[in-house]
């Protein structure tokens, strides 16, 4: 199979980074070229259910990003269903012969609020493909897990040797696990029979390494937290004063001390604290980004429900009011064990792949997990995988890149489990 435009989508796709909801350019460029390969292509409203949606941005973002994807020559028809935030793809493919349902799902977006550092030992600039989006980088390698999931669309449209029909889910918002849940309500994921999802470089840092299914997730609740006091003259009348900024930094030093719950692994993690308007005014507003994590419903529930009696009892003891808003949610359970062997059985034969196996645990949370979830519910099978690529500085900092050998070797792994599934026995 003919995989080299894999490493020119990946590079095109970082340099247009998008972050989640406002995957404009991204799903419309998926959208087209699902199109001319003969999907059925749906967007907008018909696959992520508006109220679902979570950590939308503002309007005003919304309306800033839809039209960044105009001045970087996204068709407007193209992109109208999605104005307001409705990102997202997914297109089917029907064989006309009766057989099993099979899924993909990759995400879309970029992580939002880092600009991409211009230094030559950083090799995306070094090569030309840095991000030109100031406040947005693909520093977790969903561009290349696009490349990944258009190139097995291409492989899959060109061949008539397979039964039943194929899911291909571009999913936005996994950042922060903002955008699975919207798909879920949409029904994307009801008539799936099988679900195959995975991840560049997770706890699989080896060219060629590739994790058949991982076992273990973190379950997480994100929060967007809001404390409103009241200000006064700093010298004159502190006393008037209620010092929602104290009330924040008492909350975030009591988040960090929660203790953690014998019944298995836990975090917690305040990302972000601003606060405060004058030199000399007690502050009247903060404002906190924080997460929670459990490996399970049991330990997350836990961790949630001790964090938010943390922020109310802070926020109390400083005369102040709170304002929660839950922004990002996953859970966690197991790739299906028969699966995970069929995947190892078939990664083994796949050329590149030196090593099957590895760690059980992501170490992290996806909200792929939600998209599982649903297929095993609805009494169909689910797996995640782990593709074996070197990360740079690591996931989620601005020194982030791959190894662009893993794009082949994914897509050639992902189309023999296509056809393993949907192939006459």
Known sequence: MDWSELVAWRRDLHRHAEPGWCEFRTSALVAARLEEWGYQVQTGAAIVAPEARMGVPSDAVLEREYRRALEWGSPEARLAPMRGGLTGVVGTLDSGRPGPTLGIRFDLDAN??????????????????????????????HDGHTAILLGVARALA??????????????PAEE????????????VVDGVDVLLAGH????????????????????????????????AHA???????HNALLAAATATLNLHAIARHGAGDTRVNVGTLQAGELRNSVPARAFLRLEVRGDSEETLGYMAERARQILESAT????????????????????????????????????GVTRVGGAPDLGAGDDAVLLMQRVQQRGGRAAYLGLGSPVGGGHHTTTFDFDEQVLTLAAELYLRLALAHLQPA
Request: charged share 20%; aromatic share 6%; hydrophobic share 35%.
């Open 200 to 231: 560049i470089g997770a706890n699989a840092r080896e060219v060629g390494q590739v994790i058949p299914g991982y076992q273990q997730f973190q379950a997480s609740t994100k929060w967007d937290a809001t404390i409103l006091g009241r200000n």
């Open 316 to 351: 109390a003891m400083h005369d102040c009011a709170l304002q929660m808003e839950r922004v990002g949610y996953t859970s966690t359970t197991p790739s299906d064990p028969d699966l995970v062997a069929r995947i190892a059985e078939v990664a083994r034969g796949v050329p």
């Open 158 to 171: 060109g061949r008539r040797d397979w039964r039943g029909r194929l899911v291909l889910i571009f999913q």
């Open 112 to 141: 939002d609020g880092l600009a991409e550092p211009d230094d030559p030992a950083h090799r995306p600039a070094r090569e030309g493909f840095r991000s030109i989006h100031p406040s947005a980088q693909h520093s977790c390698g």
């Open 176 to 187: 922060g696990a903002r955008g699975a849940q919207a798909m879920v309500a949409a029904g």
């Open 235 to 241: 010298g004159i009348a502190p006393h008037l004063g």
